[in-house]
């Protein structure tokens, strides 16, 4: 399978996420692109960015739900 890297600046995450606790974070991001986009996808952090692994089949589906989170 195919994957695709999707990559945010974790300084410029909205405000209704809480950027001191990032594992919460992603946690929110991998919840809400399954349960609101049937996407699975990978996330992780380092010290400055999101990176989130999506099946390339659905990333359209994940842009989507991530554009309705506000972090696109």
Avoid: W
């Amino acid at each position: 399978m195919e994957t695709s890297t999707i990559r945010m600046p974790i300084r410029k995450l909205p405000d209704h996420f809480d950027r001191s606790r990032i594992t919460t974070v992603l946690d929110e991001i991998e919840s809400a692109l399954m349960d609101d986009g049937g996407v699975y996808v990978r996330a992780y952090a380092d010290s400055m960015t999101i990176t989130i692994e999506v099946p390339t089949n659905q990333l359209i589906d994940a842009a989507t739900c991530l554009k309705n989170l506000d972090l696109i």
